[in-house]
């Protein structure tokens, strides 16, 4: 779409408008009334290093849910157009990326200015203004008592669906719905579904306990989420002459598939046994290091089957796309970088906290991410 166009129009259609803004600002309010106020299941998040504990209310699914009604009834009474996101990508992007520079400059500015000893306030100070901006200063920082961490990775993921979902209005009014762009939604939709489902196991992962809030979080969560994972539908929409043979949709259906299963159950296994490391996994007692790692089931075949699962899980987004173009594997191939370096990181961070534990589970579990290959 970005090579059709030339300069002039591509800036042109940088440039936030007042319509972006707005739907912005719905947005994020929207999502803050929502989450303050909708039910939802209150989840103590992980012990801190100060023996703290975060809540999160897991209402995700509900905001959404309501969130896609309430724009479905607007479309439909002629309030809100449902191309408002495919027509305006670009504005909203950009507005986007300014949003994402002033929160992480005032996050910035409180972060330093704080006094606050708790593990989830306390500055962290390099005293190098990029790196600090970058990588954040402070590990929890809230806004009127909501947890930013929290509502971001929400707004990206929702922000996700919404994208995806003006992309098929678009193409249904072109007229140039196709089984590409049907298999490509409908993943994409189980996936953020599914996310919302286990929005609890948010609370236990890297980006929520070790990695603090700065310019990196908030930029991945409010703009590289929701604009980059749907690559696939924005290209789709402008090439929609790609065959599908059954033996393809088939073999694609199934990458999506046993890529679920990986994904959820390997992170369904270390949630359920940090809750309880006696609960059997696949119906036998658990294989435990040192009484703290998991050493069976998925996290007994490598050290992080759950990236194996998320990676065929990418995969299976782009290849309704077919293999003409590598634009629509942006996403597999950044997420395959992104977790190799992720899964540096926290071997390193774990050898660090669990110590000779972590060397007896290296022993017993070789596999980084693919038994046999890496
Ligand atoms: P993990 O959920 O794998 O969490 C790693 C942590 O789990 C470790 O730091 C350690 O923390 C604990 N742990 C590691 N091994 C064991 C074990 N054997 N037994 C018990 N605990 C263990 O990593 P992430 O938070 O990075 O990822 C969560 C999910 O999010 C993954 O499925 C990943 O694919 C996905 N993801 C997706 C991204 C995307 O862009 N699509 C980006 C990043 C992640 P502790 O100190 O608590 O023990």
Redesign the pocket.
Known sequence: MLLDMDLGVLLSSLIPSFQSVYVLVFYFVYLAVAGEILPGKVIRG?LLSDGSQLRYRCNGLLALTLLVAILGICAKLGIVSPLVVADRGLELLSATFILCVLVTLALYITGRSSSDKSSSLKPHVSGNLVHDWWFGIQLNPQFLSIDLKFFFVRAGMMGWLLINLSILAKSVQDDSLSQSMILYQIFCALYILDYFVHEE??T???????ERLGFMLVF?DLL??PFT?SIQGWWLLHNNKVELTVPAIVANCLVFVIGYLV?RG??KQ?HI??KNPKTPIWGKPPVV?GG????SGY?GIA??C??L???ML?LSFSLPCGISSPVPYF?PI??LI??IW??RR?EV??AE??KEIWAE?LRL?PWRILPYVY
């Open positions: 992980a196991y948010m236990s992962t890297w980006d929520i306990i070790a991945g590289w989420i994972f994904f390997a992170n270390k046994f940090k290091v703290k790692l998991l050493a996290w050290r992080h759950n990236y699962g998320d990676l990418a996403y950044y997420l992104l977790l992720r899964e926290d961070r774990c906290k669990y589970y579990v």
